[in-house]
């Protein structure tokens, strides 16, 4: 079966005037495509049994779901469709996934965003490590650490140097140093 696909979804100008009261009294919002296709109205018109995607300009799908009542698509496009990759899970699509057109295909990242995902990642491990470094360091700054907390600090030292030197422009291929235990 070939995929369905409606917009982008924009504001809706020329609304009845129940649609004003509405969107005046109760913050509903009214959209449709370039086709004139009113999401209310296609999101009764969905099959149950069919997965909808939700993508945006670039075709990175942004939310996904069988039930469409729980998806809005306001600046961006949807897909009925009904061949779904084995591994694509809905729940968990971190923008991983892209639509095609076509099909549903998993992501592929430029080198750009694959070393800023590789900086995210290091940050957050470096703030790990800066949380393990605190009390140990404090303890010898009051001449109160143990050897093992010398110890201690000394590792969560060197790994967070160790990160601090990482060539993040190689990402993925990077290896990361391994945690102090």
């Known amino acids: 079966m070939k995929a369905k696909i409606y917009g982008p979804f924009s504001p809706r100008e020329n609304l009845t005037e129940e649609e004003k009261e509405l969107a005046t009294t109760r913050g509903v919002k009214f959209i449709s495509d370039p086709k004139g296709n009113d999401w209310y109205t296609l999101v009764r018109k969905f099959s149950a049994d069919t ?53 549903i295909i998993a992501r592929s990242y430029t080198a750009d965003e694959l070393a800023e995902q590789a900086t995210v990642t290091r940050d957050n491990l470096q703030a790990e ?53």
């Open 51 to 103: 997965l909808k995607i939700i993508f945006d300009d670039t075709g990175i799908i942004r939310l996904a779901s069988y039930d469409a009542s729980t998806l809005w698509a306001n600046g961006q496009s949807v897909a009925e469709v009904d061949a779904i990759p084995e591994d694509f899970d809905p729940g968990t699509l971190r923008e991983c996934w892209v639509f095609d057109g076509k099909k």
């Open 129 to 181: 490590a800066a949380l393990k470094i605190a009390p140990l360091q404090d303890a010898v700054d009051i001449d109160d650490a143990t050897d093992e907390e010398r110890a201690g600090l000394t590792a969560w030292k060197k790994y967070r140097v160790a990160l601090n030197r990482l060539d993040l422009s190689t990402a993925p291929d990077i290896t990361w140093p391994e945690a102090p235990q």
